[in-house]
């Protein structure tokens, strides 16, 4: 006589979570999250202009406990200080290079303005002799030239500057996927 075993398995139920990623740190987060006992569901999305990528994540409810969440929120909240120090160095460079060609914009255009004798034009410009017209446009040119290469003189200041912000904050995700990861095999 043979005895089989028609116990049905034990229910599994799942939390779900999405989490937006930034480009180009899909792997980052992945690797992040599973320290947490998150896998990937399947339900990965490209947000719009292809920016921040959505990724879907799900876990067993039996791995839920206070210290890791705790953990999570100390990463996410590391992960979220990265993804705003990258952004900064773009965001300040972008500043001086659009203020340097709109300096470049308003010279030109008073250069233009001044030589012409058909558009009414404010006392300060209307006396210039073409030499100083000249130069003025000039500047303004040159402030056009010189926007692209500020542009990234500044990134890479800004880069160096917050090198040592990023890197702590990765000390604090690495950090709390190690605690994590302990926890879970503990």
Not at 40 to 56: C, E, I, Q, V
Request: hydrophobic letters at 45%; proline letters at 3%; aromatic letters at 6%.
């Amino acid at each position: 006589m043979t005895l089989t075993n028609t116990a049905a398995p034990a229910a599994t139920t799942y939390d779900y979570c999405t989490v937006d990623v930034p480009r180009g740190k899909d792997a980052l987060y992945a690797d992040t999250y599973r320290n947490f006992g998150w896998t990937s569901d399947g339900s990965d999305r490209t947000g719009a202009l292809h920016r921040r990528h959505t990724l879907g994540l799900r876990r067993d409810r039996a791995v839920r406990s206070v210290e890791l969440t705790e953990l999570q929120q100390n990463a996410e909240t590391a992960l979220g200080t990265i993804d705003a120090l990258e952004r900064s160095r773009t965001t300040a460079a972008s500043v001086v290079a659009y203020a340097l060609g709109a300096i470049g914009s308003v010279l030109l255009a008073a250069s233009v303005f001044a030589m012409q004798d058909t558009v009414a034009v404010p006392d300060l410009l209307g006396g210039l002799d073409p030499v100083t017209v000249f130069l003025v446009g000039a500047g303004g040119l040159v402030n056009w030239a010189i926007a692209p290469v500020a542009f990234q003189l500044v990134r890479a200041a800004r880069t160096k500057r917050i090198r040592p912000a990023v890197d702590r904050q990765f000390d604090v995700v690495y950090g709390a996927c190690e605690a994590a990861s302990r926890r879970r095999t503990a």
